[in-house]
């Protein structure tokens, strides 16, 4: 491997693009190439990061030199970089959620498997100073249960992110980093129950509104509700976890934490953390996965607990994650 980390990106929307301002702050990263159907796309991105330009992901593959590939791409489009990844034998790094099918998610676990292939998804908010803190906190307590939201406004308009078979809607494309932080700080889930509606956004095919409840497999109870009919500028109530355990109640938003009552002798102002983009640099460069908080065997879990959802919401019925 040369001195720096050799990367191509797969994807040059407005997420690929977070990660590639990312990379420029990682020292011993370099980003060489991007690719994306929309040669516009391409080569505007190509010209603001000093990398070359490709609308053919296999022709940057095979000509670049690459020591890892991200994966920034729409839901339903997942597949064909994976397996491209895989056969050339790269690490990658792959945004959320990583399939819109679990046929499309298990076939890539089982190559990313049977080929030993180092991976990272990108659940950012893992890495957080107050997700590493929440974690420690809860470590051995006894978690009665958690109260989750992810309430924002984007449900407006004809994206396809409002297209339920391209997106699988707000509890699949979005809310998935919600449901990820309740298994990182509670654990794995093993039912769920799930009502959805339409209630306001009667343009789109997706649900507005869900409420799920979910039994952890730890034996502690969960709830969640999402909802795209707010205020398009107000993120506040995004990603909102509330962990009760002992007679405590810890409360998760935005990467920060606060516990009640206050625990005597913790810490809770945020402190910097490495970030997901130096974490995954980092593990590339040193052969070390071990930073990686969410590989992608883990995230098909977090996947699961979205498409369990939506099959509960369809058929009326709690669905069991073993079941999906």
């Known amino acids: 491997m040369s001195e720096k980390v050799r990367i191509g990106c797969i994807g040059c929307g407005g997420n690929a693009k977070g990660h590639m301002r ?30 070359r330009p490709y609308t053919n992901m296999n022709e940057m593959l095979d000509k670049e030199g690459l020591d890892a590939v991200y994966i920034s791409i729409p839901v339903h489009t997942h597949g064909a970089p994976e397996m491209a990844a895989i056969e050339r034998g790269l690490p990658f790094l792959v945004e959320k959620p990583v399939a819109r099918t679990m046929e499309t998610a298990r076939e890539i676990e089982k190559a990313v498997a049977d080929k030993d292939i180092q991976t990272a998804v990108g659940y950012q908010l893992r890495y957080t100073h107050g997700a590493n803190l929440a974690r420690e906190l809860l470590d051995g307590k006894t978690i009665g249960m958690a109260v989750a939201k992810y309430w924002c406004g984007t449900g407006r ?14 509890i699949l494309e979005q809310a998935t980093h919600t449901i990820d932080m309740l298994r990182n700080l509670v654990g794995d889930v093993e039912e769920v129950y799930n009502v959805a509606a339409n209630r306001v956004l009667g343009d789109i095919d997706c649900p507005d509104v869900n409420s799920l409840t979910m039994k952890f497999a730890n034996g502690a109870v969960g709830s969640m509700s999402t909802c795209w009919h707010l205020d398009p500028k107000d993120w506040s109530n995004a990603n909102v976890v509330d962990v009760l355990f002992d007679a405590n109640t810890l409360h998760f938003a935005g990467g920060k934490i606060s516990v009640t009552p206050e625990i005597e002798g913790v810490d809770l102002e945020p402190k910097p953390a490495q ?6 640099v980092r593990a590339v460069k040193t052969k070390d996965f071990s930073g990686i908080k969410s590989p992608y065997a883990d995230a098909v879990k977090t996947m699961a607990v979205s498409i369990a959802a939506i099959q509960s919401a369809e058929t009326g019925k709690a669905v069991r994650l073993s079941e999906v």
């Open 22 to 51: 990312g990379l420029g702050n990682v020292e011993d990263a370099q980003l060489v190439a991007v690719c994306d159907l929309v040669k516009d796309l391409a080569e505007a991105a190509a010209g603001e990061f000093n990398a």
């Open 157 to 170: 308009g004809n994206k396809w992110t409002q297209q339920f078979e391209k997106s699988g809607g707000q």
């Open 275 to 280: 970030t997901i983009d130096a974490a995954f």
